[in-house]
């Protein structure tokens, strides 16, 4: 059995489900309804079969483009890493040659004094 979805409309999950025995061929087999509207009478939405309560084309495309975006994240996030690490050893070599000019300037300026 197809897992239920939320009501679209309260974003509860009191729902009932049922059978239609006289109901047309595509919600033959299970209704769904929304009880937690106390406006209705039959709850949020009259009862529709699982496949189309599950339907939610908005929601999945958001869904998707959420994904789509946290992959992009993840994606720019190592290259951001990586470009640290390659940063932190360029700069571990600048430092290592400002080192060396320094070690060589004080050699000469001790060649100087001599």
């Excluded at 309804?33 to 009259?46: F, R, Y």
């Excluded at 908005?58 to 869904?63: F, V």
Aim: net charge positive.
């Amino acid at each position: 059995m197809e897992k239920l979805k939320d009501c679209p409309f309260c974003g509860k999950h009191n729902l009932w489900t049922y059978r239609g025995a006289f109901a047309p061929e595509e919600y033959r087999y299970r209704y769904v309804k929304c009880a937690e509207d106390p406006k209705e009478d039959d709850g949020c939405v009259s009862g529709i079969s699982v496949s189309t309560w599950n339907k939610r084309p908005i929601e999945d495309t958001l869904t998707a483009t959420i994904a789509q975006k946290d992959a992009e994240i993840a994606r720019l996030q190592a290259r951001v890493q990586e470009l640290e690490c390659q940063l932190k050893s360029k700069q571990i070599i600048i430092k290592s040659k400002e080192q060396t000019i320094r070690e060589f300037a004080e050699k000469m300026l001790d060649l100087r004094k001599k």
